[in-house]
């Protein structure tokens, strides 16, 4: 079997990946989309899929609901933690925005919706670590501690072991971001320790790098080795943040993922060997192009899927999330059958006010999206269609205003498109399809089309310039959108989403 990198083509950072038989789990960082924190499935490392979300809602507060200006943007799950215990599955990971620690757990990884366990605080970017019978969470930012977990995984330990490992090297080290991402391996009788760090500008290729740290026991002084710093000559941005796996083919290979402009953070498959116990990453220090793992490669279902949305019950398939909590009743698949049916429930400012977004994930090299609209049942004051969707977002759709309709254009900057449809001949409120393309290799742009027919589609607006921003901590989705600004119980009717990695 033949691994090109990037193993993965899209947005899914901050990996861990466990073996359960002969099979192979990961969990992927998704913050404030819901539900929320995938659990993916390999028999190959090459090959992934979708099959369960370990939680529905982390809350029901305003931000989480986009409600009276806030929101959980950049917020939420991330960097979580996932293993198997006396064939237990448990998961953790913080909310930075709520203050809390979650530990989830479940005896089928493969069903949604885990049990939940919640700890007051935060432990940043934390592993489980299974050592000498004890069960604990490694964590923090340049300085590294150790808590003792209960025997059930569930809470801290009253009298556990609570300390300080080690102080990682910092600003007068050379080192801008501080050793964090932790993940916790014990091997070969030690414990392994692996992070990533970002020396400052002057200091090494300033840029992320790999960093392991290893012991023989906690109270043991862990020694430290920089054990990866590669960039796959892609911007000087460093391959780094991930897991140590055994493959198929009994031999080691480490997930790491890049930082890859609008389409995200994008994960790596490397080899990996070991040197006088030290794990060893690459090939010659380097990320390979290509090269062959002796397995039998097996398919899965996509991670990116066109959709008819004809659908006999109101669940979404595993590869859509919403943003924030969606309004449950105020979007469907039963109500018209064959269409995605968006009610316009909470007025909203902008597309990132407004609830029950339906997003997907966008590939690079390139993304096509297309969707056919009836925007018959909009009200005054309307707006839905298609979204290039992140913090900097572009839109394209129908809006309509004092009974007339628009084709519309938003930009995040706030310019606004508009030509009143009575100068389009053949336009019909009730059949309008919509185009974004994603062009990631032409440095990161997005492109914007309307057709009154399916087939001869019309550049409409201008190009949107994508950049991946911290604000909102995402790679570029598709976003199907309708939201009222003056009214609501407006609707919009979708239906037969098509994705191609090229324009049809």
């Known amino acids: 079997m033949r691994i090109s990198n990037p193993v993965i083509n899209m947005d899914m950072p901050d990996m861990d990946v466990i073996k359960v038989g002969d099979l192979y789990y990961m969990v992927s960082t998704t913050m404030f989309f819901i ?4 659990i993916l499935r390999s028999r190959d490392l090459k090959n992934w899929e979708i099959v369960a979300y370990i939680f529905d809602k982390i809350s029901d507060n305003d931000a989480y609901n ?13 960097a979580t933690s996932l293993v198997q215990k006396d064939g237990h599955f448990f998961a953790c990971f913080v909310c930075n925005d709520l203050k809390k620690t979650y530990i989830f757990d479940s005896d089928n990884i493969e069903k949604s919706n885990w049990n939940r366990h919640d700890l007051d605080g935060i432990y940043h970017d934390m592993s489980f670590l299974f050592f000498e019978g004890h069960s604990y969470l490694v964590y923090g930012n340049g300085d590294i501690y150790i808590s003792e977990l209960n025997d059930n995984l569930t809470s ?12 990682t090297p910092g600003k007068d080290e050379g080192i801008m971001l501080r050793c964090e991402g932790c993940r916790a391996y014990v091997i070969n009788d030690y414990i392994y320790l692996s992070f990533i760090e970002w020396p400052s500008e002057g200091n090494g290729n300033f840029r992320r790098r790999q960093v392991c740290y290893r012991g023989k026991n906690l109270d043991d002084t862990f020694e430290r080795k920089i054990i990866f710093d590669d960039d796959m000559a892609y911007r000087n941005c460093g391959i780094a943040q991930g897991v140590f796996i055994q493959g198929p083919d009994t031999k080691w290979y480490s997930i790491l993922f890049q930082d890859h402009g609008a389409v995200g953070r994008i994960p790596y498959l490397i080899p990996m060997t070991w040197d006088n116990d030290w794990p060893v990453i690459g090939v010659n220090g380097t ?9 039998n490669e097996t398919t899965t279902e996509p991670l ?30 039963t109500d018209r059958p064959g269409y995605l049916r968006l009610k316009n429930s909470q007025l909203a400012n902008n597309l990132m006010d407004a609830r029950n977004t339906l997003t997907e994930r966008s590939i690079t090299p390139k993304s096509v999206f297309t969707i056919e609209g009836d925007f018959s049942g909009l009200k005054g004051g309307d707006y839905a269609g298609l979204a290039a969707f992140m913090g900097k977002y572009g839109t394209i759709g129908v809006s309509k205003y004092n009974g007339e309709y628009y084709i519309k254009q938003e930009l995040k900057d706030g310019e606004i498109i508009e030509e009143n449809v009575s100068n389009i001949i053949g336009f019909k409120c009730n059949q309008l399809w919509l185009r974004i393309v994603f062009d990631f290799d032409n440095d990161d742009k997005a492109y914007f089309y309307y057709s009154v027919n399916g087939n001869d589609f019309i550049e409409f607006g201008k190009h949107l310039s994508m950049e991946f921003t911290l604000d909102v901590f995402v790679g570029y989705r598709i976003g199907i959108f309708s939201y009222g600004t003056k009214n609501l119980g407006g609707i919009a009717d979708f239906r037969n989403l098509e994705f191609n990695t090229d324009v049809i």
């Not at 539900?35 to 995938?38: C, E, F, L, N, S």
């Open 35 to 38: 539900p929320g924190a995938p």
């Open 66 to 78: 986009l409600k009276n200006g806030k929101n959980a943007y950049g917020a939420c799950q991330w």
């Open 156 to 167: 801290l330990k009253e009298d556990g072991v609570n300390k300080l490992l080690f102080s």
């Open 287 to 295: 990320t390979p192009n290509e090269f062959e793992m002796d397995v």
């Open 304 to 333: 990116v899927v066109s959709s008819s949305f004809n659908y006999e019950d109101n669940e979404l398939p595993l590869q859509f999330q919403w943003n924030h909590n969606p309004i449950d009743g105020a979007w469907s698949f």
